[in-house]
Nanobody
Framework: QVQLVESGGGLVQAGGSLRLSCAAS????????MGWFRQAPGKERSFVAA???????THYAGSFGRFTISRDNAKNTVYLQMNSLKPEDTAVYYC????????????????WGQGTQVTVSS
């Protein structure tokens, strides 16, 4: 099993940037593909980005050219750099892990963090 803890969320003005971090513990981090998802109030949880075990393959939802996912296996951490933030990016952001691959679907992920709130003001 792996435990995931997100951090780095907060309140930011439109056009600003945030970097989310997700620290993993409890198992071999490099064995897991990692994903970032988000959930806005009243909406379903949706895919943002994913990265392969080694970090050599990344995937993004079509509208997220402003975001970059990365990982540091030596630090057991995955990151989501978010630039040019918009009010519609306001959501709880979750990281997730699986031992299969950098998939887009929530049901492909076995482990989830508790989420971190990102609020973008206009």
């Amino acid at each position: 099993q792996v435990q995931l803890v997100e951090s780095g969320g907060g309140l930011v003005q439109a056009g600003g940037s945030l970097r989310l971090s997700c620290a993993a513990s409890g198992s071999t981090f490099s064995s897991y593909a990692m994903g970032w998802f988000r959930q806005a109030p009243g909406k379903e949880r949706s895919f943002v980005a994913a990265i392969s075990r080694s970090g050599d393959s990344t995937h993004y939802a079509g509208s997220f050219g402003r975001f970059t996912i990365s990982r540091d296996n030596a630090k057991n951490t995955v990151y989501l750099q978010m630039n040019s933030l918009k009010p519609e990016d306001t959501a709880v952001y979750y990281c997730a892990a699986n031992n299969k691959g950098p998939y887009h679907a929530t049901d492909q992920y076995d482990y989830w963090g508790q989420g971190t709130q990102v609020t973008v003001s206009s």
